[in-house]
């Protein structure tokens, strides 16, 4: 048996706008806009992607799952993914070496220093 990943499902109060700051944040495109899911991917045929699916009820609790970005200047990421609309999260992580942020619908990301050598 052979899988492929396809893509990350993401509940959102709004999916079209958390999938579209998703989609700056990431410098990625979009691929689909129905009422009912909003996908975003790296490229056109390139996959996996995030899919932006509407739900009723709020988010309350921290997520299960997240994604972990390293980015190559990571103090400079953190500043411009602020400036889009994220901001910092506690989800007690206390002291690390990565920077926990929330999207616009509060869904927790890290944003990693540089890999150890």
Same mark, same amino acid.
């Given at each position: 048996?052979?899988?492929?990943?396809?893509?990350?499902?993401?509940?959102?109060?709004?999916?079209?706008?958390?999938?579209?700051?998703?989609?700056?944040?990431l410098?990625?495109?979009?691929?689909g806009d129905?009422?009912?899911?909003?996908?975003?991917?790296?490229?056109?045929?390139?996959?996996?992607?995030?899919? !932006?699916?509407?739900?009723?009820?709020?988010?309350?609790?921290?997520?299960?799952l997240? &994604?972990? !970005?390293?980015?190559?200047?990571?103090?400079?990421?953190?500043?411009?993914?602020?400036?889009?609309?994220?901001?910092?999260?506690?989800?007690?992580?206390?002291e690390?070496p990565?920077?926990? &942020?929330?999207?616009?619908?509060d869904?927790? !990301?890290?944003?990693?220093?540089?890999?150890?050598?």
């Amino acid at each position: 048996m052979t899988l492929e990943w396809e893509q990350v499902v993401v509940d959102a109060a709004d999916p079209a706008a958390l999938g579209r700051w998703w989609a700056e944040a990431l410098g990625w495109v979009v691929v689909g806009d129905l009422p009912d899911e909003f996908e975003i991917r790296p490229e056109k045929d390139r996959l996996p992607g995030l899919v !932006f699916v509407p739900v009723p009820e709020s988010k309350t609790v921290k997520n299960r799952l997240h &994604l972990d !970005f390293r980015p190559d200047d990571r103090e400079a990421e953190v500043a411009r993914l602020l400036a889009l609309g994220a901001r910092h999260a506690d989800v007690g992580q206390g002291e690390q070496p990565w920077v926990t &942020l929330a999207d616009p619908e509060d869904n927790e !990301f890290c944003v990693l220093g540089p890999r150890r050598g």
